[in-house]
């Protein structure tokens, strides 16, 4: 079974540009979080999708949005990019059969810098 | 609010040596659930246990043993007889046991393990 899949792997942008990071989950899992990591501030919650609908939602500007497609699939979009966005964008998805807190399978990532 | 705390941000040993990470977490919640994951140097983060808040048994998995103690609000995670593949970034989180909430985890800081050969 393949794991969770997340391109780009690189990303090089620029202040001011919007840039759209994809997550593949697993096959069969419902749920798809997203996290950013960064030396400074570690691992941040930043939003669950369930379904297509977004139910859980971290301390994050609005310029940080996402979706996710019928497949589950889903998509995470930062718009007006500022220096302080550079971090390891991380997907993580489950089964969500169970009612509540089923453990994440990560994907490696993509590693976003911001010149 | 909730908070994991981690201590220890680098552990060094020399392989074959006994290490404990320690967690130590803060909740008001009465049920909840607490997680150990690793990541290596490629990136994604590898599960290594969940305990609810109502089963403090301690769990053990070939090297690895996790002691979780409800009065001292601590998850402590030791590794038997280190292993030079055991180096990488342990991760304690935390998360509500709310009807819903899968994916949204409170992350310690994390402590990076290097077990020298």
């Known amino acids: 079974k393949a794991g969770v899949t997340q391109t780009p792997r690189y990303l090089i942008k620029t202040r001011g540009q919007q840039v759209t990071l994809s997550c593949s989950p697993i096959?069969?899992?419902?749920?798809v979080s997203w996290y950013q990591q960064t030396p400074g501030q570690g691992l941040q919650f930043l939003f669950e999708?369930?379904?297509?609908?977004?139910?859980n939602k971290g301390n994050f500007p609005g310029r940080f949005s996402g979706r996710q497609f019928s497949n589950s699939r889903s998509e995470m979009n930062v718009s007006t990019l500022e220096l302080g966005d550079s971090a390891l964008y991380l997907c993580a998805s489950s089964l969500a059969q169970l009612a509540t807190n089923e453990k994440l399978f990560f994907g490696s990532g993509t590693q976003l810098s911001v010149l | 609010a909730q908070k994991v705390t981690q201590a220890q941000t680098e552990i060094s040993v020399v392989e074959k040596e006994d290490v404990t990470l320690d967690c130590v977490y803060e909740t008001r919640d009465t049920t909840y659930y607490l997680f150990w994951y690793k990541q290596p140097p490629s990136g994604e983060l590898v599960f290594l246990i969940r305990r609810n808040s109502f089963d403090e048994q301690n769990e053990i998995s070939g090297r690895y043993s996790w002691n979780f103690q409800k009065s001292t609000s601590s998850f402590n995670f030791t590794i038997t007889a280190s292993q030079v593949v055991d180096s990488a970034v342990y991760f304690c989180a935390l998360s509500e046991g709310l009807a819903g909430n899968t994916g949204k985890l409170i992350f310690g800081q994390g402590t990076t393990l290097q077990v020298k050969p």
């Open positions: 999708y369930f379904s297509e609908t977004q139910r």
């Open positions: 096959s069969g899992h419902r749920s």
